[in-house]
Each structure stands twice: as C-alpha cells, then as structure tokens.
T-cell receptor, first 112, second 111 residues
Framework: SQTIHQWPATLVQPVGSPLSLECTVE??????LYWYRQAAGRGLQLLFY??????ISSEVPQNLSASRPQDRQFILSSKKLLLSDSGFYLC???????????FGDGTRLSIL | GESVGLHLPTLSVQEGDNSIINCAYS??????FIWYKQESGKGPQFIID?????DKRQGQRVTVLLNKTVKHLSLQIAATQPGDSAVYFC??????????FGTGTSLTVIP
C-alpha cells in the first residue's frame, strides 16, 4: 500500500534561518505531489505542485521554493524564513486525474 | 473564481445520532468532489469521493450526496461515534485539474 511521510512533525526556527521540509511517498511511482499551507480556521492554500521530477509549479508568490530531486521526494525550502511563514505545512500525493489527494501528517512550523 | 464553503463552522451531535455536514461550491464545471476528515495535529484523511455523474455514494457509515442543481454537497455520518469528532473538509476539482478546499466544519460528538 502507499504511504506518505513528512518530517519533522514540528519545527521552531528563528527569523532569517533557512528551511528544508521533506516529503516522501512509498508504494507508487510518478505521483503528482503537492505542498499546502493551512492557517488556523482557513482552508488549504496550495503552494506548489509537481507532475514529475524537476517539474515544479508555483501557485502563489512567496518566500518559499520547492524541488523534486527524485520521483517520490518533494522538498519545501526557504533561504530566509519570515514570521509570516509560520503555519501547518502539508504534503500530498495523487496518482492521477480523477483520484483523491492523500496527505501526510504535516509539519507545524513556528518562526520566532 | 472558485469558492468552496461550509454552511456551519461547528456542529455538535449526540453519540448515536446521524450527522449531516454541508458544503456549497460555486463552479458548476467541477467534476469531482471529496470529503476529508482532519483530527487535531494531523493531516486530512480521505473519507469518500463522488464524481459529477453521480448524485449519491455510500461507504461504511458515510454517505455523500451531490446536488448539482444547487451546487451542494453533503456528508452524512450514521450512528456518530466519539471517534468521529474532527474537522471535516469538502474539496472540489475543476476541469483545470486543481483542487479547492473548504474551511471545514468542526464536528463534536457528545457522549
């Protein structure tokens, strides 16, 4: 069966520090991969999605970037974190059109 | 633009009763809908989906109803249990293959 792993589960970082959140999927190949941010009491905001290795689409201009160095690995990064980057970050995968997205358990990021 | 919203932000039900969570969507061209359950501190968990060529789909203790005429989606949970307490989201997929998520309804089951 397919599984998705995100780490770390929680992270506290100072303003201006770099960020790297990792997401990996097991049990499938060539998935569509997604990064979302979820603010308290608000819906999921799509940040990036990828349909293949090295292919990244950005949905909103921001202080973050994403990379897909391997088929089942998706990384969310920042060179210098801002206070506004605090939030709950979710990675998701989907096998194809007409299929649901499946989410990891998220990373709670706090910027101090 | 897209909008996916829920009629009620919170819902409390007695254990054993049925729960109904509603969702409105605005894009009549959306062709695929999903319900998710999110427990505190965790990611959304897929519950059930429905395609636009259907108006009802049943799972284990859950039923999703789709009314395309009024662009309304509902999730019915039978015999609600304490473990059903969570936030429930609906999501719609448009023909551009993008998903849009509602803000969620918080379901509390009273023992």
């Amino acid at each position: 069966s397919q599984t998705i792993h995100q780490w770390p589960a929680t992270l506290v970082q100072p303003v201006g520090s770099p960020l790297s959140l990792e997401c990996t999927v097991e049990g499938t190949s060539n998935p569509n991969l997604y990064w979302y941010r979820q603010a308290a009491g608000r819906g999921l905001q799509l940040l990036f999605y990828s349909v293949g290795i090295g292919q990244i689409s950005s949905e909103v201009p921001q202080n973050l970037s994403a990379s897909r160095p391997q088929d089942r690995q998706f990384i969310l990064s920042s060179k210098k974190l801002l206070l506004s980057d605090s939030g709950f970050y979710l990675c998701a995968w989907r096998q194809g059109i007409g299929q649901p997205q499946h989410f990891g358990d998220g990373t709670r990021l706090s910027i101090l | 633009g897209e909008s996916v919203g829920l009629h009620l932000p919170t819902l409390s039900v007695q254990e054993g009763d049925n729960s109904i969570i509603n969702c409105a969507y605005s894009n009549s061209a959306s062709d695929y809908f999903i319900w998710y359950k999110q427990e505190s501190g965790k990611g959304p968990q897929f519950i059930i989906d429905i395609r636009s060529n259907m108006d009802k789909r049943q799972g284990q203790r859950v039923t999703v109803l789709l009314n395309k005429t009024v662009k309304h989606l509902s999730l019915q949970i039978a015999a609600t249990q304490p473990g059903d307490s969570a936030v429930y989201f609906c999501a719609e997929k448009n023909t551009g293959n993008q998903f849009y998520f509602g803000t969620g309804t918080s379901l509390t089951v009273i023992p």
